[in-house]
């Protein structure tokens, strides 16, 4: 393969991994923008979301895409609980409290799943096996899934979050909770709303990005570590800020694993956090003080 | 009479520990005893950052973990005599934790929180990915054990056990002079709020940073310890898994209160022994368990029996001046003045 | 005492703070008022360090302090009050009032290791302070209370005591009567009146016209940023401008 090809694989690669982080990124931040938690059971629920998958489509035999609406709405479901029975109670619990108890959930969705499937790494098929190519560059089908999945959920959501009664306000409350509360708006429907709709995202992430990955209980540590950096640097709760640092890190993933050293090519994002929040301790594309 | 009331828990506490090998059937039970001691050691480190300065660090097993790895290193690779590299231990991991803190204390919660756990990740893959260092996943083997000092030696499990004991008796003793002095108030108000303590003249990155390096160095010396435990170290130690079992141990005995982390960390142990069957899925009960704790019994044991006690001493004092003696309601004012806080406030956002 | 030249503060491109000028004199209260958002509180947070001014000069004893962190304004001197105070609520009062005078000491980590003299010494100093400034504003009996069983009012003397533990020779009071009902507020009067008969410097935002007219040697006025007007209480009571701010929002004179 030329140098140039390897190039375009590269770019490939990396619009694949960001199409994937943007996705997971997307749910925390909208969850962050509502309710000012960073939730850190959101890597558990796109591991469940996984192995609901996995379960359907391998134990069940059903089709891969109703198998990912399946997964979408159990963890949506989850989601829900987890607002309704964790956080809604911990409202105005002190800031340490919401994150120990995201921790607490984030435990207990790894254990239960632990316990029904084991430690052990598996695989899930792919719908399409074939290569495709488009110009030059050739590729699995499920990469061009993947990305196009992505982008096709990321158009929804934005036309929902713009055009939507119900998606503006979240975006409302995402801005202003006390403005909205005044306008009317009831801020816990919308909070279970944003959770739903957070899992889901983090469902089909996970089950578009299985079938080129490997499903396992710890699954999730290494995607939601990679999420939040994300949204530390498209700032906590913007919707664009979060798919747009999704594809920087994809980025810098992919061509860090190819240029530098594929050993290290996860601490890339972390690395890449640390330098950039010792120069901007509030984020890259925050402006302004407090 | 009276200073035995007040310090009562303390000796309790205390005789159970020295008398505990003189009724336990078994080396088994000691070693989880043991191993127990040296948690709590780290556990309260954690509890000084978190618990008394507000400042979730989500990398304390890390640190714990450059600690193990110094003493494993230091005494495996290079010959260098244990107790000295038990001392390095904790202060490899305070220097690391002076630039970690440094800059991620310059975040504020969520941030913060969210740094530190990405730092705790870092730790974890360097301790992986760079083998000749570390021997990488196949891990540190044949660690030494603690060799005698003068004419104490630690080959039995008993000697280790009041050795570890020993050591977590010096670490709640120095643990307490600071959380009590003005030192200790200084770090309470920056939890209560940083914004507060700044107008009241505190500088927040020299506290915090201050907080932060002593508790690296606690989780330090506790793994160090560890490594010459257990005699064998892998990355696993590392894990964040590590720093969330800590965070329970905290909030079981009580965040932000001395003897908390100590009481939770025994409890927690002993439970997971008794529930043994459950090794692997422990955290189907203790995840809730957390959730549960949080929403529910945010001071846990200890911080909740110091409230009461607390209440119970100012309603005394009420009841006294009502009665028109009111020297005698300063003098329980002293007593009730250890700085030593009960758990985070529920602050109304008003 | 205070002097503040051009002041300016843009968040974005929002100006809160507008090229305001405005003196403090020594043992006088000087009284900030305007409707909400008017940028009260933000000029406050420009004095004590909590914010850096975009532009302008403020002038401590003659000496340059702008862009000064909070801690080193508190240590020079300058005390503040806050909206809301976030006590130690599990603590006594008398508790979270001794770190007030840490600034003051200077013991640190050895000391506190090997316990030294100096350590105590200041501990007791801290403790006296407290006990002082407690007594100060009329909470010597609360003193051993529970801080989350004290009234709203008691809490704002609270918040009085921890600005004065620091030894300030300027004080500054974000709404200290705020959420306390009319007796009390004029009891917080008369504690105002009683700091600077001790020589206490005092700047006061507030929104009860009452007690800014009754206490009060100097008012200015804000309204979105900008000083509108300055003057005694009776020069401000009848300045067109500041009758036109309030009668166009909802903070008509109570």
């Known amino acids: ?290 | 009479m009276k200073y035995l009331v007040q310090k009562g828990g303390w000796l309790i506490l205390l005789l159970l520990c020295v008398a505990f090998p003189l009724v336990s059937s078994n080396d088994y039970q000691l070693y989880v005893m043991s191993l127990a001691f040296i948690w709590a050691i780290a556990a309260s480190g954690l509890n000084l950052v978190t618990g008394f300065t507000g400042q979730l660090n989500l990398a304390h097993g890390g640190f714990m973990a450059i600690g193990a790895y110094t003493l494993g290193v230091l005494t495996v690779d290079y010959g260098v005599p244990f107790w000295i590299a038990f001392l390095l231990s904790g202060a490899v991991s305070a220097f690391i934790g002076y630039f970690v803190g440094i800059v991620s204390l310059r975040l504020k919660e969520h941030y913060f929180a969210i740094f530190t756990l990405c730092v705790g990740f870092i730790l974890y893959l360097l301790i992986e990915k760079w083998e000749a260092l570390t021997h990488g996943t196949s891990g540190v083997i044949g660690v030494p054990a603690p060799p005698p000092i003068g004419p104490v030696s630690f080959e039995s499990a008993i000697s280790q056990y009041y050795l570890v004991l020993f050591l977590l008796v010096v670490s709640l003793f120095l643990m307490h002079r600071i959380v009590t002095s003005l030192l200790g108030r200084t770090f309470i108000a920056i939890r209560n709020s940083e914004e507060l303590a700044e107008a009241l003249g505190i500088n927040l990155m020299r506290n915090k940073v201050l907080s932060f390096v002593l508790s690296t160095f606690f989780a330090g010396i506790a793994g160090g310890m560890f490594a010459g435990f257990v005699r064998f170290i892998g990355p696993d130690i590392a894990h964040v898994m590590h720093t969330f079992d800590m965070i329970t141990f905290m909030l079981v005995g009580g965040i932000g209160t001395l003897l908390g982390p100590i009481v939770g960390t025994l409890l927690v142990t002993w439970l997971t022994q008794s529930l043994q069957f459950l090794q692997d899925f422990r955290m189907i009960v203790f995840g809730p368990l957390l959730v549960l704790l949080v929403i529910f019994f945010p001071h846990g044991l200890v911080g909740s029996y110091k409230i009461w006690q607390v209440k119970r001493a100012a309603k005394r004092a009420a009841e006294a001046q009502q009665a028109g003696t009111p020297i005698q309601s300063k003098s329980r004012i002293e007593t009730n003045a250890s700085g030593e806080g009960v758990g985070e406030e529920a602050r109304s956002n008003a | ?254």
């Not at chain 1, 196009?148 to 995402?174: C, E, V």
């Not at chain 3, 979105?224 to 500041?242: D, T």
């Open chain 1, 1 to 290: 393969m030329s140098s140039i090809d390897l190039f375009f694989q590269q770019i490939l690669n990396g619009l694949t991994l960001g199409s994937v982080y943007g996705l997971v990124a997307l749910g925390l931040t909208l969850v962050y923008g509502i309710l000012h938690v960073p939730n850190f059971s959101h890597g558990a629920l796109y591991m469940v979301g996984a192995f609901v998958a996995f379960f359907l489509i391998v134990d069940l035999g059903i089709n891969y895409w109703v198998a990912m609406i399946g997964a979408a709405a159990v963890v949506a479901i989850l989601g829900v609980l987890s607002e309704r029975l964790v956080f809604t109670p911990l409202r105005h619990a002190p800031p340490i409290h919401d994150k120990i108890a995201a921790i607490g959930v984030l435990l207990f969705l790894e254990a239960v799943i632990m316990a029904i499937w084991g430690a052990e790494f598996r695989r899930m098929p792919a719908p399409y096996t074939e290569m495709l190519s488009i110009g030059n560059v050739a590729a699995p089908a499920q990469r061009w899934l993947i990305i196009a999945g992505a982008l096709l959920l990321m158009a929804a959501l934005h036309l929902f979050l713009k055009k939507t009664i119900a998606g503006s306000t979240i975006s409302a409350l995402a801005q202003n909770r006390e403005g909205a509360s005044l306008v009317g708006i009831d801020a816990s429907r919308v909070a279970m709303l944003t959770f739903a709709i957070s899992g889901a995202l983090a469902a089909v992430a996970a089950v578009l990005f299985a079938p080129i990955n490997l499903v396992y209980p710890a699954m999730g540590h290494l995607v939601i570590m990679k999420a939040f950096v994300i949204i530390i640097l498209g700032g906590m709760g913007s919707v664009p800020g979060a798919i747009l640092g999704g594809m920087i890190i994809g980025f810098a993933e992919s061509f860090g694993a190819f240029y530098i050293s594929t050993d290290y090519k996860d601490i890339i994002a972390f690395v890449l956090l640390v330098v950039i929040l010792s120069f901007r301790p509030n984020g890259l594309f925050t402006q302004g003080e407090r």
């Open chain 3, 1 to 254: 005492m205070l002097n503040v030249k051009g002041l300016t503060k843009r968040f974005g491109g929002l100006a809160a703070v507008n090229n305001v000028d405005a003196d403090f004199e020594k043992g006088k209260i000087t009284a900030i008022i305007g409707p909400n958002g008017a940028g009260k509180t933000t000029f406050f947070n420009l004095v004590a360090g909590t914010h850096k001014p975009t532009s302008g000069k403020i002038l401590f004893q003659g000496k340059e302090i702008n862009a000064m962190r909070a801690d080193l304004v508190a240590r020079l001197g300058i005390a503040r009050t806050f909206q809301t105070t976030h006590l130690f609520e599990n603590a006594s009062v008398f508790d979270n009032i001794i770190v007030g005078h840490r600034l003051r000491t200077h013991s640190g980590f050895w000391d506190v290791m090997v316990n030294s003299r100096r350590l105590r010494n200041e501990e007791q100093i801290c403790r006296k302070r407290a006990m002082e400034v407690l007594d100060f504003v009329g909470l010597a009996d609360l003193a051993p209370r529970i801080t989350a069983d004290i009234s709203q009012e008691a809490r704002k003397r609270v918040a009085f005591a921890l600005a004065m533990a620091t030894d300030p020779e300027m004080v500054l009071l974000d709404e200290p009567a705020g959420g306390v009902n009319p007796d009390e507020t004029v009891g917080l009067s008369e504690l105002i009146k009683k700091m600077v008969v001790h020589g206490y410097t005092v700047g006061l935002i507030e929104h009860k016209m009452d007690m800014i007219m009754g206490i009060a040697d100097k008012i200015i006025v804000l309204d979105h940023g900008e000083k509108i007007a300055e003057g005694s209480p009776a020069e401000v009571r009848s300045n067109p401008l500041v009758i036109e701010a309030y009668l166009g929002s909802e903070h008509a004179a109570a």
